[in-house]
């Protein structure tokens, strides 16, 4: 009895991994880690670019140029120049943590990283905050908090987080504060 061909089912077709394809697959992915690789790097330069201004022939990021901006004052005007002049405030994620507490700081809660003794300084009245996109020492206006001086830093994760040191007996005003976006200026 002979069997129509027509009405065999059909096999697929199986297709062997040759070193050969497999190099080809890896060529391909290999392409496109490239090309996101660039378009990563492209992006960071823009956003760099974004936040820098040419003067003079020279680079300076945005919270350098505030202290040699001369502002050319019309005739007939009262209002003075401010006499320090400080970059615009900008909108950032802030913070409280409890210097002082092992459970939220490290095994030396009360050293920041400029070596200070952040806790005597809380005491003592002064406002200390961390801060990762600034350097040590400098001085933050926070929107209704204040100035308060840079001495510790933050995870690497929170590159634009500003976070406010309390002392560690203030873990429920530390709660209560929360994270709220404020206006942040730097001052030099």
């Not at 809380?122 to 001495?151: H, R, S």
């Amino acid at each position: 009895m002979k069997i129509n061909k027509y009405w065999e089912p059909k096999q697929k077709r199986r297709i062997y991994r040759t070193k050969k394809r497999i190099l080809a697959e890896q060529r391909k992915q290999a392409k496109f880690i490239i090309s996101f690789t660039i378009l990563c790097v492209l992006i960071g330069m823009f956003l760099e670019a974004k936040n820098s201004f040419v003067i003079n022939n020279s680079v300076v990021s945005s919270h350098e140029v505030a202290h040699d901006i001369v502002i050319p004052q019309r005739e007939g005007e009262e209002t003075p120049l401010p006499t320090e002049v400080v970059t615009a405030g900008t909108l950032r994620e802030v913070t409280a943590y409890n210097a002082g507490d092992p459970s939220q700081t490290d095994s030396t809660p009360c050293i920041g990283a400029m070596g200070t003794n952040i806790c005597k300084k809380l005491a003592e009245g002064k406002k200390i905050c961390a801060a990762n996109f600034v350097k040590l020492g400098t001085v933050l206006n926070i929107k209704g908090y204040g100035d308060c001086v840079v001495e510790d830093r933050m995870n690497s994760r929170f590159k634009n987080r500003v976070d406010i040191a309390m002392e560690a007996h203030e873990k429920s005003r530390a709660i209560a504060f929360g994270l709220q976006n404020l206006s942040i200026t730097i001052k030099k």
